[in-house]
């Protein structure tokens, strides 16, 4: 196996690092164009409406912050298993929102969870929009 040189080694990570930020605008962009294509007149994302829905309960005992706690800069527990969970907002994870087929498992997963249904496209764009607006 062949060495990486430093320099080599830098512009790799530089590089990684770069493709993962544009993960969350690259996600959002796509589903700003399936909020657009199934809801007429859909006026963006909010951060605002994002914190208010991870943080609601939608007809059952959970809400998102269940177990990402309310503010997701922090440690979560998962709720029944009691499993560690690494913080979800990305200023306090950087490893968070960098791969979409991880980003969109989570929902697939969560939403079912919580809502007992997939997410809407508006409804990820939202807590994604909120999620990237938190800083430490």
């Known amino acids: 196996m062949k060495s990486c040189t ?3 080694l830098v512009a ?3 590089f990684a690092g770069a493709a993962g930020a544009e993960v969350p605008a690259d996600y959002l962009r796509s589903l700003d164009a399936a909020a657009r294509a199934g809801t007429p ?4 994302f ?3 409406r994002g914190a208010q829905w991870f943080a609601s309960r939608h007809g059952s ?3 998102c912050a ?3 706690t309310d503010r997701p800069l922090a440690s979560g527990r998962h709720a029944t298993t009691g499993r560690a969970i690494a913080p979800l ?3 306090a994870n950087p490893e968070r929102l960098t791969d979409t087929a991880k980003i969109e498992k989570w929902f697939r997963r969560n939403c079912n969870d919580v809502l007992g249904r997939a997410c809407t496209p508006a409804e990820k764009g939202d807590v994604i929009a909120w ?4 800083k430490q």
Do not use: E, N, V
């Open 89 to 91: 907002a990305p200023a």
């Open 131 to 134: 999620l990237t607006s938190l």
């Open 46 to 48: 909010s951060a605002a």
């Open 66 to 68: 269940t177990c990402h």
């Open 41 to 44: 007149g859909f006026g963006g």
């Open 6 to 8: 430093t320099g080599a």
């Open 61 to 63: 005992d959970w809400s």
């Open 12 to 14: 790799l990570l530089l």
